[in-house]
């Protein structure tokens, strides 16, 4: 079936690095792409988004890259910081799927100063 | 200006009993998803309202799942008669009517079935 999976479990990083956390997803029709930080205890918080007519997107600090060609969907963090240590999860809306959300497996992300 | 608000925040419950959970929306949203999560996994959605209105419940197992959507109050996911594996996290999202695709979502509630 379709799914959105991730590449890399975890991820462990110094302090002030980038990080590039990456995410393949199987549903070529999808044309919403969102990435959420969890942190534990907490529900899932945006982060940023990208449709499918776009290459890239930036935030404040973070990068979405999106390449349809291969499927791939990635989230650079740039200086990563303590504060960004959480699970993240890529989610895609397919088109057509009343806006439900699918989510990957999630990848976390360790910050070590 | 007030997020999604869930509660409660942890809830206990004897196989056989019934869990209730409520959510309300963002203020002004009128668009509510349930979603449910398992430790170490992602999130699974599970049903889509509009004010008293059921719009996908494409992921809600066939029995003793519930969700309402009500004109006044809460949304509420009902589930009956729980079993152990029922155990998880529940979150639930809202959206402004027109702009359906950006979810916010509620701190969640944590079911422990015992």
């Known amino acids: 079936g379709e799914s959105v999976g991730l590449h890399l479990p975890t991820l462990s990083v110094q302090e002030g690095d980038n990080s590039i956390i990456n995410c393949a997803y199987s549903?070529?029709?999808?044309?919403?792409f969102i990435w959420y930080k969890q942190e534990s205890g907490k529900g899932p918080q945006f982060i940023i988004d990208?449709?499918?007519?776009?290459d890239k997107r930036q935030g404040q600090r973070v990068t979405v890259l999106l390449n349809k060609t291969v499927k791939h969907l990635s989230l650079q963090i740039a200086a990563t910081q303590p504060g960004d240590s959480a699970v993240y999860f890529c989610?895609?809306?397919?088109?057509?799927?009343?806006?439900?959300?699918?989510f990957g497996a999630g990848t976390r992300l360790a910050v070590h100063p | 200006n007030a997020g999604v608000m869930q509660n409660p925040r942890h809830l206990v419950r004897r196989r056989g009993q019934e869990a209730r959970l409520r959510c309300s929306p963002m203020?002004?949203?009128?668009?509510v998803y349930w979603y449910r999560q398992l430790p170490e996994e992602g999130l699974k959605f599970m049903v889509y309202?509009?004010?008293?209105?059921?719009?996908?419940e494409s992921g809600m197992p066939k029995e003793r799942f519930s969700a309402e959507f009500p004109k006044e109050g809460p949304s509420i996911l009902r589930i009956q008669q729980v079993v152990r594996g029922d155990s998880a996290a529940y979150f639930c999202?809202?959206?402004?009517?027109?702009?359906?695709?950006?979810?916010?979502f509620g701190p969640g509630t944590r079911l422990t079935v015992l």
């Open positions: 999202a809202s959206s402004p009517a027109g702009a359906a695709d950006t979810q916010y």
């Open positions: 549903n070529s029709a999808s044309d919403y």
């Open positions: 990208i449709r499918s007519n776009m």
């Open positions: 989610a895609e809306i397919p088109s057509g799927g009343y806006n439900k959300l699918i």
């Open positions: 203020k002004g949203h009128s668009h």
């Open positions: 309202l509009q004010k008293e209105n059921i719009i996908d």
